[in-house]
């Protein structure tokens, strides 16, 4: 039995010695056969050259480097398809995904389990931000046609069938944690309450965030679509509804009713603030499908070390 532990890196110089050793004692605390694979988002702060010391003293601890940053959503699930254990353990690098879960993701997968997650119960994290977390899984959740999971950081444990799964879909632009419910492997989930990053600063800011956001609102769901049909027809009864509720009215009170430009102005603000937002939906909608017929590679390898 091997298991394969994949983490991507992106500038984590501070991070990336102590997950190695932490990782490495656990394994061989448990007599286990394992490889640690590290895939670089082409780092810039020194981050390469301690992965590079440590694959020279471990044979076990592989890594790729991309030609560029290709983000957050992109290289881990192409790290994720490079391993070749019996089952593969992803997790962050920063330690926000503790290292304690994987003795126990080791063991529900040994109970037959093909697909085990993280599930955040409490966070260090601000309670605005994580309250925010929550509702935005609820409503992706609410306007998904997959059961998603609810907060989840993507890390766990995933059975080398579910990975053999996974390289078959053919996506250059994957929403992971939505590809894992499509599959239809029932989940299981070990709480647990995710600390604060333990050094260096977060890679993710407002863009990433909404990034994923849409990612998974229109890699998964066409509702917000029929949503938008149905608001287009709400609101073109309403305005006609109001013209002759206002031409009834002038007809009856014809010289005391003053109609203005004022009901006309905020009719057209409100019709063309809704046209902006949906356009803007259809136009992620439409950016996903260009994406896809582009067929561009998951990442463009640099270097990989340790794989012979």
Not at 115 to 130: M, N, Q, R, Y
Not at 190 to 195: D, T
Not at 200 to 214: E, H, Q, R, S, V
Request: charged share 25%.
């Amino acid at each position: 039995m091997k298991i394969s532990v994949c983490t991507p890196t992106y500038n984590e110089k501070e991070n990336i010695l102590k997950l190695y050793s932490e990782i490495k004692k656990i394994f061989e605390d448990n007599n286990l056969e394992y490889e640690h694979v590290v895939i670089d988002n082409n780092s810039d702060d020194g981050t390469i050259e301690i992965l590079k010391d440590i694959c020279k003293k471990d044979k076990n601890f592989k890594v790729i480097i991309n030609q560029k940053n290709y983000g957050h959503i992109r290289s881990p699930f192409y790290g994720l398809l490079q391993t070749s254990g019996d089952a593969t353990i992803l997790m962050s690098s920063d330690f926000q995904d503790p290292v304690e879960l994987i003795p126990q993701y080791i063991e529900k997968w040994k109970s037959g389990k093909k697909i085990v997650l993280g599930k955040k119960a409490t966070s260090d994290e601000t309670k605005i931000f994580f309250s925010l977390r929550n509702l935005y899984y609820k409503l992706l959740n609410l306007l998904s046609e997959d059961d998603l999971t609810l907060n989840t950081t993507g890390s766990g444990i995933f059975d080398k069938e579910v990975i053999e799964e996974l390289k078959k879909i053919k996506d250059p632009y994957p929403y992971f944690r939505g590809l894992i419910t499509e599959l239809g492997y029932k989940i299981s989930f070990i709480s647990f309450n995710q600390p604060k990053r333990m050094a260096g600063k977060t890679k993710n800011n407002i863009f990433t965030l909404y990034d994923i956001a849409m990612l998974g609102l229109v890699k998964h769901s066409r509702k917000p679509l029929r949503f938008m049909v149905l608001v287009g027809f709400l609101s073109s009864f309403i305005c006609f509804l109001t013209g002759l509720i206002y031409l009834f009215y002038k007809i009856i009170f014809w010289n005391s009713f003053s109609v203005g430009v004022a009901p006309i102005v905020i009719g057209l603000f409100l019709i063309a603030s809704i046209q902006i937002t949906l356009l803007g939906l259809v136009g992620e909608y439409i950016g996903v499908i260009l994406l896809n017929q582009k067929k561009t590679p998951l990442v463009v390898e640099k270097e990989r070390i340790n794989f012979n």
